[in-house]
């Protein structure tokens, strides 16, 4: 297994990883109602997901096994992390903690004092264990309800 910046040639691999994480993981959070599932899923597009990683200002990070992507991760200098999606097969192997730690140290380097996050209800317990602080839950962009979060690092 190896973590590693994502390439543009991964786009279509990663949005693969984010549509069967998004819609098999995250059912308590859409709860398969078609409005938030579908504004969820439509901006993961190999299009859309080129621009983030050809972004200067945005770090992609991906695990992968062999050619396979099993992971993605985003964060912007700001410190914000944006992407945190492993594929269910997947799932309760310690990915998403190695993700989380590289996307903290990244941000680090570059800049940031804290990482900021919209969790989901479903990883909303795995955050909190990785030392993350929650504020009040509030409708997120995609209909959904999220969980604010901040670490110092
Ligand atoms: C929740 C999720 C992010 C965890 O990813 P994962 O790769 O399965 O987690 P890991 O295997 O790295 O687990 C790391 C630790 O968190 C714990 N953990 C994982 N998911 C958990 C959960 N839902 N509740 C409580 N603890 C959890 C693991 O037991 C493990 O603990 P340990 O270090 O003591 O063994 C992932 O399973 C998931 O459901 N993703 C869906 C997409 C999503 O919601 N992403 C977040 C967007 S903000």
């Known amino acids: 297994m190896e973590i590693r910046d994502a390439k543009l040639e991964d786009a279509a ?3 693969e990883v984010l549509r069967q994480s998004v819609t098999n993981l995250c059912i308590g959070d859409h709860k398969n109602d078609p409005a938030i599932l579908g ?19 945005r770090q992609m990070l991906v695990v992968t096994e062999e050619e396979d992507v099993l992971a993605v991760g985003g964060v912007l200098d700001t ?5 945190n999606y492993v594929l269910p097969s997947v799932r309760m192997r310690g990915i998403s903690k190695v993700m989380v730690e590289a996307l903290e140290s990244r941000a680090k380097e570059r800049g940031a004092k804290t990482c900021t996050l919209n969790s989901t209800g479903t990883a909303r317990r795995f955050y909190l264990a990785m030392g993350y602080a929650e504020q009040e839950p509030k409708t997120g962009m995609f209909g959904a309800i999220v969980y604010p979060m901040s670490k110092l690092l």
Request: aromatic fraction near 8%; include cysteine; proline fraction near 7%.
């Open 79 to 83: 410190g914000e992390i944006t992407l």
């Open 39 to 57: 504004a969820w899923l439509g901006n993961k597009t190999p299009e859309t997901l080129k621009g983030w990683i050809a972004d200067p200002s």
């Open 13 to 15: 691999a990663i949005c």
